[in-house]
């Protein structure tokens, strides 16, 4: 799994819906998945940071971060060596601006990957 930097938790923590909110000792299923890894992209939306809104159809998106691609190249090569085979990426903002998720897919699918999955 590949989240925005610092949302790489977001699994673990879910929207911590129980039956007792005030219950620490809950009993949490373990998540699916076996590794998560942050990637550094960012988009924030234009009306919350004031800067300058990037080419869009509705002019609400400032484009802060593009993922590095030699970030992409070192986190391909710790997933291989785990030997996971696929690949799944849930950046924040992406239902609105897909380009980092749709880049970050095309670079696995480039790395040899078979199945990249977006959630835009």
């Known amino acids: 799994m590949l989240f925005t930097t610092g949302f790489e938790d977001l699994l673990r923590i879910k929207n911590q819906t129980r039956p007792d909110i005030f219950d620490l000792a809950c009993d949490i299923p373990e998540p699916l998945h076996t590794s998560v890894f942050g990637v550094k992209e960012r988009v924030y939306l234009h009306e919350y940071t004031g800067c300058e809104a990037l080419e869009t159809t509705d002019k609400s ?13 070192s986190i391909s090569e710790q ?17 609105l601006y897909p380009d980092n998720e749709l880049f970050v897919k095309d670079f696995f699918l480039r790395e040899g990957f078979q199945q990249v999955y977006v959630s835009c």
């Not at 998106?61 to 190249?73: A, F, G, H, M, N």
């Open 61 to 73: 998106i400032v484009y802060v971060k593009r993922p590095d691609e030699l970030q992409l190249k």
């Open 79 to 95: 997933i291989r060596q785990q030997g996971i085979t696929s690949v799944a990426i849930a950046f924040a903002n992406s239902y």
